[in-house]
């Protein structure tokens, strides 16, 4: 079990389903943006995408209703665009403690990005580094029992990062106050961890309870029970949430 | 034809296909966050999808070769993840300039985002503004001739932005000076383009040359030619590249 699926129980059949159709997403994305067979072998592969999305479509949950397999306490999100196993959009980026490295209150990830998510030739998209910095920098607050909604993100951009090349994506809580939280992180050369090709800043801020009240009224979660992600309390702390 | 496929001539048959075969792939991302059909389902779903990756892997470009539809010069890249016609990661989010709306300078963009780009409950992820706005402010620097690499991205969330719900983009070169250009940009609801509800600040800087030699030495164009990105010149300007 990676950390992404955590928390609550879950039926095994659909997690590990959802995860092999996941995969086989992610791996048809990657062929689709390096392919260079013809035309008309584009046209019927794209027909039998076709015939695959209509299969899907046939029974449906509505935008506000959470996937059975998410978990709102420990976060878990199979679909999460960053690190959920059955996104087809994400890397996928599996973020894990790295106190077992020695490091208390570090998240950390290996990656490797193919040309799906170019931006200049050759390289990551600038954007794509913010969307994993994101990422990695509220894994870190929930890790550290702190989760907000990000207020505000810098990113600083030293070199390019290289496509299918093993990165290593780092993040730690900087500080916190109240319901702020700050952190920081870089992605950095696997091959050189000590020099941050991004560097990235993050600042973290629960919303009001009012404000959550309003913002996720509508959520809820398979069974249809409202379900307002907040900070874990002591109570529902998962397991290693706590750095 | 879209601003996205202008520049030099290209196979209009390979586009058209690249396009369906990317409008099919998006249809079915979508269809794999909302679908709720049972595991054996998506299991089959799954092979199927590895069918077609396997007929698209039979043959394929080397990650330092553009793909024959993509214009070095025009930025035009089919598989961009932001507005690629060809990609399946892509919102799509397709700029143009807002001159025809009297704001010369300016590059809009309406999108809406389903649940494959969810962060918190209902709402976009943090990251995906990051990563739609980095492509906004990249197409309005590109747009002024000012094309750079993003050296700093600074975004501010004043409210999450709603999945499912019709947004408009926004971006316009705020300064330039020498190899740098600042640019300013928001997401806003369609219903309401006055609210920012989230606003992005990105430094583009034009890497000096030797620089852009050694970040680019492998990369050419389908012919095998040395294709590096650079500011476009008076020469090579596109129609309507120029503010």
Do not use: C
């Not at 072998?41 to 209509?54: F, P, Q, S």
């Not at 990656?111 to 894994?139: C, I, K, R, T, W």
């Amino acid at each position: 079990m990676t950390p992404d699926v955590e928390g609550a129980p879950y039926d095994p059949e659909l997690m590990a389903a959802v995860a092999d159709l996941g995969e086989a997403l992610r791996g048809l994305v990657d062929a689709s943006v390096r392919t260079t067979v013809p035309p008309s072998e584009l046209r019927d592969v794209a027909a039998v995408v076709r015939t695959a999305r209509e299969r899907l479509a046939v029974r449906t949950r509505p935008a506000t209703r959470l996937s059975e397999l998410d978990d709102p306490v420990t976060f878990r999100r199979v679909y999460n665009p960053v690190n959920g196993v059955g996104s087809a959009l994400a890397p996928p980026v599996h973020f894990r403690s790295a106190s077992d490295d020695g490091e208390d209150g570090t998240v950390v990830a290996e990656a490797s990005f193919g040309p799906a998510y170019e931006g200049p030739p050759g390289f990551l998209h600038g954007g794509m580094s913010g969307l994993v910095m994101d990422q990695a920098l509220g894994a870190a607050a929930i890790r550290a029992g702190l989760w907000g909604m990000t207020a505000r993100l810098e990113l600083d951009y030293r070199r390019p990062v290289p496509l299918d090349t093993p990165v290593v994506l780092r993040a730690a809580v900087a500080g916190s106050a109240g319901r702020k939280a700050v952190v920081t992180g870089t992605i950095a050369l696997a091959s050189a961890p000590g020099t941050p090709l991004v560097e990235a800043r993050g600042l973290f801020v629960l919303p009001r309870e009012e404000l959550r009240a309003a913002y996720f009224a509508e959520i809820t979660d398979a069974s249809g029970r409202h379900a307002s992600p907040s900070r874990p309390t002591d109570a529902t702390a998962p397991s290693g949430a706590r750095a």
